[in-house]
């Protein structure tokens, strides 16, 4: 093997080493601090549940599950720790076809992340969301089927 081709698996070998240490984020650790872009997602089906699965992507890289407080604030709970979320409606829109029983609504507006749990004790920050909603459904005393929600939240943590 010639010299370059060493060097070469060398480097490569190092680079998946450094890749594969897991950062004292990720693992709980308590002295370490994150600042970054932050995107959280949370997909639902479920019409009847208020919240749903989420991910986080950023700052916080994790599955979790978003819990709805109330109408203006959410907790991201996450495997090392919670996130509490408030947030304000800037605008948005609602359609129904009530011949052929589908709406849609929409909203956007921004959040703020207020306090913290665990790995996320001291986090601050906030951004902007968008929600999207499809649903099927003419009765007001049952849940429509089928249901679509998206959540996209964008913005910047520090923790």
Aim: hydrophobic share 40%.
């Amino acid at each position: 093997m010639s010299t370059r081709i060493r060097l070469f698996a060398l480097v490569l070998a190092v680079t998946g080493a450094l890749l594969s240490v897991p950062s004292a984020v990720a693992t709980g650790g308590h002295n370490a601090s994150r600042a970054g872009h932050q995107r959280f997602v949370v997909l639902s089906t479920n019409a009847a549940k208020n919240g749903g699965p989420m991910v986080g992507f950023g700052a916080i890289h994790a599955k979790g599950t978003d819990k709805q407080i109330n109408g203006h604030t959410d907790r991201f709970v996450f495997p090392q720790g919670s996130v509490l979320v408030r947030h304000k409606r800037v605008g948005g829109a609602s359609t129904f076809d009530k011949h052929n029983c589908f709406g849609t609504f929409a909203e956007h507006g921004s959040w703020t992340a207020v306090s913290g749990t665990g790995a996320y004790a001291s986090v601050s920050g906030g951004g902007t969301y968008r929600v999207a909603a499809k649903f099927i459904g003419c009765s007001r005393h049952q849940p429509p089927n089928p249901f679509e929600l998206q959540i996209n939240a964008v913005g910047n943590l520090t923790f």
